[in-house]
């Protein structure tokens, strides 16, 4: 079973900023958070990881909580190609990454 | 960037035929992983390689078998295609080297089988 939690779906207007929570309450010290997102027909695609420190890049932010509890990954200015399924997952365990069913994230003009 | 890549995006095989499903990746990554991604029930490994001739089980395993004689490919096959094996399947690979799974996964677009 997966070990996030995530809204089933999320709207957000084209321009605006897009934040996906996720709930991690049992997640461990070695494991890192990682969020993966999948458009329609596609395979997962990378888009950012962090431990416990938030994390930038050219796609998106990450905040974690200072008790690692949760996650959210912020989508600065969110386009119409955004429109995906979210994942956020939880690496270091094992090799094997547990998705769980994501958030459907619709962005709309 | 990183590519990986599957041999066909859609795929209609008979019950009971053999099928050879490929993944190839050209960044010389030592982690290559098979996944199928069923509506409601997310991704789940099937098998996953950490090196050349090596394999391990994921969590369903049954009715499939892999192959990696090469660093860049590696190979799944269904022995005895069944419906129930209607899926898409997803391969990824990893650089390796890391302990734990502490790695990006890069995926490929993904095979869509039609088993009838």
């Known amino acids: 079973d997966a070990k996030t939690t995530q809204p089933t779906s999320m709207d957000c207007a084209e321009g605006r900023a897009a934040n996906l929570p996720c709930n991690h309450s049992?997640?461990?010290?070695?494991?890192?958070v990682y969020w993966y997102r999948q458009i329609h027909s596609q395979g997962p695609q990378y888009i950012i990881h962090?431990?416990?420190n938030n994390e930038t890049n050219e796609m998106a932010s990450l905040i974690i909580t200072e008790d690692r509890k949760s996650s959210t990954l912020i989508l600065p200015h969110a386009t119409l190609r955004d429109t995906a399924v979210y994942y956020c997952v939880l690496q270091g365990g094992s090799e094997k990454l547990v998705f769980g069913k994501g958030t459907k994230l619709t962005v709309n003009p | 960037d990183v590519k990986v890549t599957q041999s066909s995006r859609y795929l209609v095989k008979r019950t009971g035929e053999k099928v050879f499903l490929e993944c190839v990746q050209d960044?010389?990554?030592?982690?290559m992983f098979w996944y199928r991604q069923d509506p409601g029930l997310g991704l789940r490994l099937i098998y996953f390689?950490?090196?050349?001739?090596?394999?391990e089980k994921g969590d369903i395993p049954e009715g499939y078998s892999v192959s990696r004689e090469k660093k860049e490919r590696f190979s799944l096959i269904l022995e005895s295609a069944s419906t129930n094996q209607t899926s898409m399947y997803l391969c990824?690979?990893?650089?390796?080297?890391?302990?734990?799974?502490?790695?990006?996964?890069?995926f490929g677009p993904g095979t869509r089988l039609l088993v009838l």
């Open positions: 962090g431990l416990k």
């Open positions: 960044m010389d990554h030592e982690n």
């Open positions: 390689s950490y090196d050349v001739k090596m394999k």
């Open positions: 049992t997640i461990s010290g070695n494991e890192y």
């Open positions: 990824a690979s990893s650089p390796g080297g890391l302990a734990g799974g502490r790695e990006t996964q890069y």
